[in-house]
């Protein structure tokens, strides 16, 4: 299902009103503005005209968000866990002003 051009792979809730998805068959994130109704339990999405989102949310699970509704007019529905912070690399690994070599290579 890698090559699944609508298959979310992961989500990042980074500021308010965006969400970044990252796609499985893409490595970067592509960013969408995000209209958040909290007492619904429902978000939209917006990015162009012609492509919305409408999505319920319901934490099912300490670390575990459930989603399901329609995105551009194809009923969807998935569960994503949370990510430790550790395994961001700059809270795990720390930041250094200077580095004498390269830390991703």
């Known amino acids: 299902m890698i090559t699944d051009e609508t298959l979310w792979r ?14 499985a068959h893409e490595s970067s994130v592509r960013d969408y503005e995000l209209r958040l109704d909290p007492g619904s339990h ?4 917006c990015c162009e005209p012609e492509w919305k989102a409408a999505i319920s949310f319901k934490q099912v699970g300490p670390d575990v968000l459930a ?39």
Request: no cysteine; net charge positive.
């Open 67 to 105: 989603l399901e509704g329609t995105v551009d007019g194809k009923q969807i529905r998935g569960r994503f866990r949370r990510m430790d912070d550790s395994r961001f690399p700059l809270l795990s690994w720390g930041f250094h002003w200077i580095n004498e070599r390269p830390f991703n290579r």
């Open 10 to 23: 992961r989500l990042v809730f980074e500021w308010p009103g965006a969400i970044g998805i990252q796609y």
């Open 42 to 45: 429902r978000f939209t999405l």
